[in-house]
């Protein structure tokens, strides 16, 4: 199993083991993580959701090969309802990060409400250098979080960063070392074991409030200009020369 779900002292895990793929993310897997966000959300007995990967890696992103031969074409996609239901999932949301967090590793951070990341994480945003556009909102939550001029370096240029500059910027909570990530993410999440269920729920709800419309508006302006250049020549070129293990050619496009 690509995804590994249980529900151990209130916390609900959704685990990523794909590492022979570096837990690259397929439409299957985005369905899975979507309907285990969602059982979570019905269980009275949840207080909590833990997201984790590996140790040696958080996940990849998108499986390339999987989204090229099952693009996402409209909201209803796997990827979307991944999206749409966590940020629907009223209990707390807890990521721990261990490896590379890349693309959608980084973006659904963004979302969470603790992340924890390790001294070795390495995390980056490359949509464009593959011909597409941010996505899961990060083009509304970066700049918020990093200001324009980073978000720019980060969002544009696709420029790696760590752990530490992602608890600078707002992203992360804690670095710590790669083997204390997943225990210490789990002890918070315990902790709302001890706290009021309802209170918990309203309180995440009023702090999400202000932004909420507003990021599923850029989901689906996201979304919009992602699919169309998916289709595109630039996205085309990149993933060919992936593929091919080449460096992509983009000097005939204007």
Known sequence: MSIKTHTLNGVATIEIARPEKKNAITAAMYSEMADALRAAQADATVRAVLIQGQPEIFTSGNDLEDFMNAPAR??????FQFMFALLDCE???????TGAAIGIGTTMLLHCDFVYVSDESRLAMPFVALGLVPEFASSLVAPVLMGH????????????????????????NAVLPSKE??????????????????????????????????????IEAEA?????RLR???????????????????????
Do not use: C, W
């Not at 209990?91 to 990060?97: D, G, R, S, Y």
């Open 91 to 97: 209990k707390p949301l807890i990521a721990a990060v």
């Open 181 to 218: 990530v997943v225990n210490h993410a789990r002890r918070v999440a315990e902790r709302f074991n001890g706290l009021p269920p309802s209170g918990v729920r309203e309180s995440k709800k009023l702090l999400r409030r202000a932004d909420a419309a507003k990021v599923r508006e850029q």
């Open 74 to 79: 409209d909201l209803n996609a796997p990827v």
């Open 149 to 172: 001029r980073r978000a720019a370096e980060y969002l544009l240029l696709g420029t790696p960063f760590n752990g530490e500059q992602a608890v600078e910027m707002g992203i992360a």
């Open 224 to 228: 919009q200009v992602f699919g169309a």
């Open 232 to 254: 595109g020549p630039e996205a085309q070129e990149a993933f060919q020369a992936f593929f091919q293990k080449r460096q992509p050619d983009f000097s005939k496009f204007s």
